[in-house]
């Protein structure tokens, strides 16, 4: 691993030893080994078969509802996993999700990636930080439930972060990812807002608000009011949500 992706040694091998600490997940690419061999940081995973969630993306165009709803919480299991176990992922992004075949053939998420983003200062590599994650780490689950509502958003339309906020590079977005307000999906995606679920906008702006405890408290509860809302109905009283977000109305069936 180049210095740029994961820090400085000493910390690249805390976060890795803390996360060799986590009990294996069907989600999360299990990590066999790390360390610094002649000064340069590696890791020993998993072989996985499969493509980023980006090339997938790219050569699938948007997902069904159905298949968003289904990847979205396989990615909050493994999130609420980590998180439960103290861990933070830190670095989500399209090129951390691998999309693989599990053994029955149908297409399943592997998280990889825990920790490996670069503990500095710097300009961020990646559009899907949060920010609070511009000054660096410690990184919080927060900081991944507002990567995973990009992903969410990537999934349903085929566009990326970088389109979302309308920025030419990950600098360009950084002065965007740090404003209070924040991009509304249906005006952003053009002919693939109509691939949005009724709501989408109104969960959006929870799950990546600016203020990290503004947030859905745990990827899991951001992954059921997805869920919701691809299935039609959703509300959030229902789901003991006690900060709804304004204009969060749950769609409503003819009698």
């Known amino acids: 691993l180049a210095e740029e992706h994961c820090g400085e040694a000493a910390a690249f091998l805390e976060r890795h030893r803390a996360a060799h600490g986590v009990a294996a997940h069907p989600h999360v690419a299990e990590v066999f080994d790390s360390g610094v061999a002649d000064g340069q940081p590696f890791f020993a995973m998993e072989a996985l078969d499969g493509s980023t969630l980006a090339n997938y993306v790219t050569a699938q165009g948007p ?3 159905g298949d968003v709803s289904r990847f979205v919480a396989q990615l909050a299991a493994a999130l609420d996993h980590l998180h439960g176990h103290d861990t933070q992922h830190g ?5 951390c999700v691998l999309i693989v075949r599990d053994s ?11 920790g490996v983003r670069a503990a500095s200062s710097a300009p961020p590599a990646s ?9 660096g780490p410690p990184d919080t689950p927060a900081a991944d439930i507002f990567a995973l509502a990009l992903l969410a958003y990537q999934l349903f339309t085929g566009h990326d972060a970088m389109q979302l906020y309308g920025a030419l590079t990950p600098s360009d ?12 999906p249906s005006a952003q995606a053009g002919l693939a807002a109509l691939r949005l679920p009724h709501g989408f906008d109104d969960w959006f702006a929870r799950a990546n608000a600016h203020d990290p405890s503004q947030r859905f408290a745990s990827a899991g509860e951001a992954a059921t009011f997805l869920s919701q809302l691809v ?8 789901l003991g949500d006690s900060h709804p977000v304004a204009g969060f109305h749950a769609r409503t069936t003819a009698q």
């Open 63 to 65: 997902l069904s509802q």
């Open 91 to 95: 670095g989500l992004d399209d090129g």
């Open 104 to 114: 029955g053939g149908t297409p399943s998420v592997k998280l990889v990636g825990v």
């Open 127 to 135: 559009t899907y930080l949060a920010p609070e994650q511009l000054a």
């Open 173 to 184: 977005a950084a002065a965007k990812i740090d404003s209070p307000t924040r991009p509304r």
């Open 231 to 238: 299935a039609g109905a959703a509300s959030p009283t229902q």
